[in-house]
């Protein structure tokens, strides 16, 4: 367990936090919130590590972490979200898929929204499961998605709101592949243990929702 170089397909290296279960095990990249690479992330990623999976979290942000909203709006709002999913995500995949039988993409926020991108626009992914996120459909159409997806989301939620996370659904649904999608009544980062939103009977629904659907698919 500890931070690691891997390489990007373009051939330049990004650094994560990998947290191992061994080899031949499952495998899922864990993409982080637009606060960074912080040791919340990290403890998820040792978290699936203790349920059997390698764990892979990627440095989005290139080691720069913050707890001001504005800063972590500022560096969201700076992220190359192209490069986020074409490069680093896709190297941290290709990277576990070295270790591991099958790998899977998750994240939370600003990592929901790329694990839709990554499962729309990377090879190499068995499935997705994105929490509170969903990227502009310019960056990933829905239609494209073609694994399987469980979505968990919130009912309180002013940035991935109701009518977002609708008509994500209606687009894959539509192209045939319908997603699982489970609203919870609590509020946007409800999964984020320590965080003002954390609701403990939600995250844990999710987290066991999680495990069984990757617990089927990889």
Same mark, same amino acid.
């Given at each position: 367990?500890?931070?690691?170089?891997?390489?990007?397909?373009? =051939?330049?290296?990004?650094? !994560?936090? &990998?947290?191992? /279960?061994?080899?031949?095990?499952?495998?899922? *990249?864990?993409?982080?919130?637009?606060?960074?690479?912080n040791d919340q992330i990290k403890s998820v990623a040792d978290r699936f590590a203790s349920a059997g999976y390698n764990a892979l979290a990627p440095d989005l942000y290139k080691g720069r972490v913050t707890q001001d909203p504005d800063e972590a709006n500022h560096m969201m709002t700076g992220l190359d979200f192209v490069g986020a999913?074409?490069?680093?995500?896709?190297?941290?995949?290709?990277?576990?898929?070295?270790?591991?039988?099958?790998?899977?993409?998750? =994240?939370?926020?600003?990592? !929901?929204? &790329?694990?839709? /991108?990554?499962?729309?626009?990377?090879?190499? *992914?068995?499935?997705?499961?994105?929490?509170?996120?969903?990227?502009?459909?310019?960056?990933?159409?829905?239609?494209?998605?073609?694994?399987?997806?469980?979505?968990?989301?919130?009912?309180?939620?002013?940035?991935?709101?109701?009518?977002?996370?609708?008509?994500?659904?209606?687009?894959?649904?539509?192209?045939?592949?319908?997603?699982?999608?489970?609203?919870?009544?609590?509020?946007?980062?409800?999964?984020?243990?320590?965080?003002?939103?954390?609701?403990?009977?939600?995250?844990?629904?999710?987290?066991?929702?999680?495990?069984?659907?990757?617990?089927?698919?990889?």
């Open positions: 367990m500890g931070m690691i170089d891997f390489k990007r397909p373009d =051939g330049s290296s990004c650094k !994560g936090y &990998l947290a191992e /279960a061994g080899k031949g095990k499952p495998g899922i *990249i864990v993409i982080q919130e637009w606060w960074g690479l999913s074409d490069q680093d995500i896709a190297g941290a995949v290709k990277h576990v898929a070295d270790l591991s039988r099958k790998v899977g993409v998750m =994240g939370f926020c600003l990592g !929901g929204a &790329l694990t839709i /991108a990554a499962c729309a626009r990377v090879s190499g *992914i068995a499935c997705g499961v994105p929490y509170y996120g969903v990227p502009p459909t310019q960056l990933a159409d829905p239609a494209k998605i073609k694994i399987p997806i469980q979505g968990h989301f919130a009912n309180q939620d002013d940035w991935c709101t109701p009518k977002v996370v609708d008509e994500f659904a209606a687009a894959m649904t539509k192209a045939g592949n319908k997603p699982e999608v489970y609203r919870y009544d609590a509020a946007h980062a409800f999964a984020k243990d320590g965080g003002a939103a954390y609701d403990a009977a939600a995250a844990k629904q999710a987290w066991d929702r999680t495990l069984v659907f990757l617990g089927k698919h990889l």
